[in-house]
């Protein structure tokens, strides 16, 4: 049994759609999640992601797989590859996992192969000058992401001093991660690290003239293209604060079809020709600004991404591409090395980001230790929403959703709750009014 949404139609079906494709389209026969199409092997990235973001409450045993499927063979580390920066964003996905199964065997293994993939990298990527850790953004693996001249190769570490930049979203990663260590492992040290690389993010990122974090910090300062995962991941994972928030908020760009990687176009790009890694909208990415958004009880913002997301993959049949242009709607792979790229169809990330948004932020389920807490975010003229079947631990939960704005009164079976706890069994109605 899977969950169904019923509400505006292109919401259904969109939602639909995203199930099919993590559910049915990416589960490879090896039983874990793939990227997506083209995309066959799980990539640490990725497989975190797509389980932090809706795989974990959907199918966790497919999750638990993809988890441990990019770790090494001994599941000692996370898989040793040559994107080592994104190698930390494992333990958040881990964590989910854990507090969506409350599989705390998982949990143990977890807290070991995270503090030990934390020890290489500490060693090999920490930079004590200014408390922060080098390497590339998190969606920038591709050259184009970054204001240099190209050559023929793709590959962001193909190029001088890209391996040593220090980068918003990297950085605002390594914070969450290290909080969720402290939680896996009950070791407050953790926490103080957080605090620690938290104070340096906002010391060299911020830049209180333009009123948002820069992009990464390099050889010539501080640079202020703005990095929409890197602004999200400050605001989402408690970075930013509320007064920094209010300011990246208001000054964030969009472009027509919704926020893009990184923007302005690099000189060597523009709007005939956008870079892919630059001001182009990844789904994913988008989706990580609408949480954002939700996490601040930003309704407009948030509806916003919501709309954007819609119309974006309801204009390409309902498929969930790789990515799409910014100015036209279009599927577009995007520009790099001198060629258009292919924008590939199938993306997991792309689906996994709309169901987050569906679960975590419209109907507000926030999965903690204890159980769900209900702290939605609704834009006017959604109309009612009822989510049923939706599998809970042992539970299964019915849920409908009434009103717009963020303030809840939450019902179980009738009767007034805060939370929907983790000892919950068989099947339950869950309704939200909202206010």
């Known amino acids: 049994m899977r969950p169904v949404l019923r509400g505006p139609a292109v919401l259904s079906t969109l939602y639909g759609a995203a199930l099919h494709n993590l559910l049915d389209v990416n589960v490879t026969a090896a039983g874990f999640v793939r990227a997506g199409g083209g995309y066959d092997d799980p990539w640490t990235r990725d497989a975190a992601i797509n389980c932090w973001h809706a795989a974990s409450l959907l199918a966790p045993d497919v999750a638990r797989s993809t988890l441990f499927a990019v770790c090494e063979p001994d599941r000692r580390v996370v898989a040793q590859d040559n994107q080592w920066w994104d190698q930390i964003i494992w333990v958040i996905g881990a964590w989910q996992h854990v507090v969506v199964t409350g599989d705390t065997a998982f949990g143990a293994a977890a807290y070991e192969i995270g503090k030990a993939s934390l020890e290489i990298l500490d060693k090999e990527r ?162 990580l600004w609408g949480s954002a958004a939700a996490s601040a009880g930003d ?24 990515l799409y242009n910014a100015t036209t709607g279009a599927v577009d792979g995007g ?42 975010v609704v834009p006017e003229g959604l109309g009612d929403l009822q989510l049923t079947g939706l599998s809970y631990r042992e539970a299964t939960l019915d849920i409908t959703l009434t009103g717009s704005g963020t303030y809840a009164h939450v019902t179980l079976d009738g009767d007034p709750v805060i939370s929907v706890p983790t000892s919950l069994t ?3 109605t869950l309704a939200i009014e909202v206010s």
């Open 299 to 322: 309704t407009r913002l948030f509806g916003q991404t919501l709309d954007d997301l819609t119309r974006l993959f309801h204009s390409s049949n309902d498929e969930l591409f790789e």
């Open 126 to 287: 920490f930079d004590p000058t200014t408390g922060l850790y080098a390497g590339p953004a998190l969606m920038q693996d591709g050259i184009s992401g970054l204001p240099v001249a190209e050559g023929e190769s793709s590959f962001v570490l193909d190029y001088p001093g890209t391996a040593e930049i220090r980068c918003l979203s990297t950085n605002a990663v390594y914070v969450r991660a290290l909080r969720c260590l402290a939680l896996l492992g009950g070791d407050p040290s953790y926490d103080r690290r957080a605090d620690a690389l938290t104070d340096a993010i906002n010391r060299h990122l911020w830049d209180s003239r333009s009123g948002t974090y820069g992009y990464f910090l390099g050889p010539d300062g501080l640079d202020l293209h703005q990095e929409t995962a890197g602004l999200a991941l400050a605001v989402e994972f408690g970075i930013a604060g509320p007064e920094r928030t209010r300011r990246i908020f208001a000054n964030a760009h969009r472009e027509p079809f919704g926020m893009v990687n990184v923007w302005p176009h690099f000189p060597r790009y523009d709007d005939e020709h956008p870079g892919r890694h630059n001001a182009i909208c990844w789904p994913m990415v988008m989706g």
């Open 426 to 428: 068989g099947r339950h």
């Open 335 to 376: 520009w790099q090395v001198s060629r258009q790229w292919e924008s590939l169809p199938h993306q997991t990330w792309s689906a996994t980001a709309y169901l987050r948004l569906i679960h975590e932020c419209l109907f507000g389920l926030h999965f903690t230790p204890e159980g769900i807490e209900i702290r939605p």
